[in-house]
């Protein structure tokens, strides 16, 4: 049995997720009190206690989301699989568990793109709208029309957009005529994985070249090419390319069973992953960590 530990993205925070993790284990109260540290601010009292506007802040919720994913696996004592795998800013906590990136330069990187994906299109200017009932290509084809990208091909049937507002919304309505199911807006204070997002990228190709970045200790399995990446240069422009290029997740998973893996444990707040590799095959059994 080959396994694969997945870690979410954006979306999955919770006021209060990793609060009595902090109280009774040890490792994860370790874990918030580094992450505080490097961000010089007690960024756990946000988790912990809200509210939940400041919590969904990009800036905030990017570090956030790592640090309670970090924390479950710490605490949960489990040893690293052959594989592992991000969503998003998943990718960074993935490469943080398999010891490529230090936790308290993760909590750094994450404030920088944070940062950097809010400065990059004022909040009000962008949109990010998941798409339901139409596959990747029709999604894709309608985007490039619009002015806008696809942002995440998550599984068959659901697929987010993201970009400018104006352009957005055109491709929205233009997705409903296609048979789109729903169209939905999703509460997140900048756009992702667009082109809207080149300034950011510049910011975090700047700010990566000053990072070090070690050989995972297990097998990162890229959203850049839905394959396992281990060259620590490779790694920083995969994660630069990101800010502007789609999440391949649907691909991801595919690619996943093709590599022999069929145990996938999720690791980190929520459950959305489990749900959506369980969407895209059935060759993989999924499993929500309980800490």
């Given at each position: 049995m080959s396994t694969v530990f997945v870690f979410p993205g954006q979306?999955?925070?919770?006021?209060?997720?990793g609060a009595e993790l902090y109280k009774t284990n040890a490792n994860a109260r370790a874990v918030f009190d580094e992450v505080d540290s490097a961000l010089g601010e007690k960024l756990s009292d946000i988790i912990f206690n809200g509210p939940m506007e400041e919590l969904t802040l990009t800036r905030n919720v990017q570090p956030a989301i790592m640090a309670t994913s970090v924390a479950?696996?710490?605490a949960s004592g489990l040893k690293l699989p052959e594989y592992v795998a991000g969503h998003s800013l998943g990718e960074y906590t993935a490469l943080c568990v398999a010891g490529a990136i230090s936790l308290s330069d993760t909590a750094k990187l994450l404030r920088a793109r944070g940062n950097a994906m809010q400065t990059a299109v004022p909040v009000g200017m962008g949109l990010t709208s998941v798409v339901l009932g139409l596959d990747a290509d029709t999604v894709r084809s309608v985007c490039a029309d619009a002015g806008c990208d696809m942002a995440n091909d998550n599984c068959p049937g659901q697929v987010v957009i993201s970009g400018l507002k104006e352009a957005v919304e055109a491709a929205s309505e233009k997705l409903k005529e296609a048979g789109a199911r729903r169209v939905m807006p999703l509460a997140l204070s900048a756009p992702v994985h667009c082109k809207s997002q080149e300034k950011s990228a510049e910011v975090m190709r700047a700010v990566l070249e000053n990072v070090k970045i070690d050989t995972p200790k297990a097998k990162w399995i890229s959203n850049k090419t839905c394959d396992v990446i281990s060259n620590p240069d490779d790694i920083k422009n995969a994660l630069v390319y990101q800010m502007t290029h789609g999440v391949r997740w649907r691909e991801s998973?595919?690619?996943?069973?093709?590599m022999g893996i069929n145990s996938a444990i999720e690791i980190g707040p929520g459950n959305v992953l489990s749900g959506l590799i369980s969407r895209t095959t059935d060759k993989i059994e999924t499993q929500k960590l309980e800490v």
């Open positions: 979306g999955a925070q919770t006021v209060g997720m479950m696996f710490k998973v595919l690619a996943m069973v093709d």
